[in-house]
């Protein structure tokens, strides 16, 4: 059974870090696109991040560039690094896979995906 699974998220100050973790098993993902994305109350579900399946692309949204790096620790495990966090990254953070590596910020392109890992930001 093919399945994500988000760790690390939390309460976090203003400024503050959070490592999250995402374990996929099930299969190997090591050949797929793994992305991260997140959705805030009352909002769409958007993107963040993105690397690709050898880490010869990566991507992230506008709104974390700089402050977030993602990055393969395992063959089945991708990381967000988020630093200077603000109260605007306060939402549910998901995993996702792509076993077309796309590489792509569009949700449905990808096929897996976690139940999510709440982070709070407060001000």
């Known amino acids: 059974q093919v399945q994500l699974v988000e760790s690390g998220g939390g309460l976090v100050q203003t400024g503050g870090s959070l490592r999250l973790s995402c374990a996929a098993s099930g299969r190997t993902f090591s050949t797929d696109s793994m992305g991260w994305f997140r959705q805030a109350p009352g909002k769409e579900r958007e993107f963040v991040a993105v690397?690709?399946?050898?880490?010869?692309?990566i991507y992230y949204s506008d709104s974390v560039k700089g402050r977030f790096t993602i990055s393969r620790d395992a063959e089945n495990t991708v990381i967000l690094q988020m630093n200077n966090l603000k109260p605007e990254d306060t939402a549910v953070y998901y995993c996702a896979a792509d076993p077309l590596d796309y590489t792509s910020a569009r949700p449905d392109d990808y096929s897996y995906w976690g139940r999510g890992t709440q982070v709070t930001v407060s001000a």
């Open positions: 690397i690709s399946r050898r880490e010869r692309t």
